[in-house]
């Protein structure tokens, strides 16, 4: 098993331009998130998919859309990048209460 | 509102010491609590967690971790450090589907 797996690893971006963060887990998990990290702030809730076909809104929703495309694959766009989006990225997947975090992506908007 | 604190950005602690991580929490009803680890460039790591039963928790790669209802505090400990042991330490809280995480504490042992 591949566990979780996040496209791309790195990225940068200008101010305004648009991009998806794909997400995929092989485990079967019916929950599935996507986080941010940044120093000092520590992990905050973007969007989080309970189950397929369901989204809702974590801590720091805004600027940030999601799609649950099926069980295994739950994608994360930024319509208009802006510098306060650079951070490092991290889709996770539940099972039983634990949390299954794919390599992140490292993002960078100039 | 549901809470986590860990006080102390960084713990120093020489190899072969004990050492001990701190967690504080404020969550209403009965706390789901977890310990994850991080090393650099990589996802978090789940350690083990807290959901009913026994105070003492015991995970992975010799962690454990003390639930106090009293204190409301959820603080990992080791035996016995090792320098591998080095990392950034999230402790985090869960209610339906929501999880929060705190701040985090980098560790490091001292050889």
């Given at each position: 098993?591949?566990?979780?797996?996040?496209?791309?690893?790195?990225?940068?971006?200008?101010?305004?331009?648009?991009?998806?963060?794909?997400?995929?887990?092989?485990?079967?998990?019916?929950?599935?998130?996507?986080?941010r990290?940044?120093?000092?702030?520590?992990?905050?809730?973007?969007?989080?998919?309970?189950?397929?076909?369901?989204?809702?809104?974590?801590?720091?929703?805004?600027?940030?859309?999601?799609?649950?495309?099926?069980?295994?694959?739950?994608?994360?766009?930024?319509?208009?990048?802006?510098?306060s989006?650079?951070?490092?990225?991290?889709?996770?997947?539940?099972?039983?209460g634990?949390?299954y975090?794919?390599?992140?992506?490292?993002?960078?908007?100039? | 509102?549901?809470?986590?604190?860990?006080?102390?950005?960084?713990?120093?602690?020489?190899e072969?010491?004990?050492?001990?991580?701190?967690?504080?929490?404020?969550?209403?009803?009965?706390?789901?609590?977890?310990?994850?680890?991080?090393?650099?460039?990589?996802?978090?790591?789940?350690?083990?967690?807290?959901?009913?039963?026994?105070?003492?928790?015991?995970?992975?790669?010799?962690?454990e971790?003390?639930?106090?209802?009293s204190?409301?505090?959820?603080?990992?400990k080791?035996?016995?450090?090792?320098?591998?042991?080095?990392?950034?330490?999230?402790?985090?809280?869960?209610?339906?589907y929501?999880?929060?995480?705190?701040?985090?504490?980098?560790?490091?042992?001292?050889?």
């Amino acid at each position: 098993n591949a566990g979780v797996t996040q496209t791309p690893k790195f990225q940068v971006l200008k101010t305004g331009q648009s991009m998806t963060l794909q997400c995929a887990q092989d485990m079967n998990h019916n929950s599935m998130y996507w986080y941010r990290q940044d120093p000092g702030m520590g992990l905050r809730l973007i969007y989080y998919s309970a189950s397929e076909g369901t989204t809702d809104k974590g801590e720091v929703p805004n600027g940030y859309n999601v799609s649950r495309l099926n069980k295994r694959e739950f994608s994360l766009r930024l319509e208009s990048a802006a510098p306060s989006q650079t951070s490092v990225y991290f889709c996770a997947s539940t099972l039983q209460g634990e949390q299954y975090f794919g390599p992140g992506t490292r993002l960078t908007v100039t | 509102a549901q809470s986590v604190a860990q006080p102390e950005d960084q713990v120093n602690v020489a190899e072969g010491n004990p050492l001990t991580v701190k967690c504080t929490y404020s969550v209403s009803g009965n706390p789901y609590l977890f310990w994850y680890v991080q090393y650099p460039n990589r996802g978090l790591q789940f350690l083990l967690k807290y959901i009913t039963g026994d105070n003492l928790v015991k995970g992975s790669y010799g962690f454990e971790a003390e639930f106090n209802k009293s204190q409301t505090s959820f603080h990992l400990k080791k035996p016995s450090a090792l320098v591998s042991d080095s990392a950034l330490y999230f402790c985090a809280s869960s209610g339906t589907y929501k999880y929060i995480f705190g701040t985090g504490t980098r560790l490091k042992v001292l050889a």
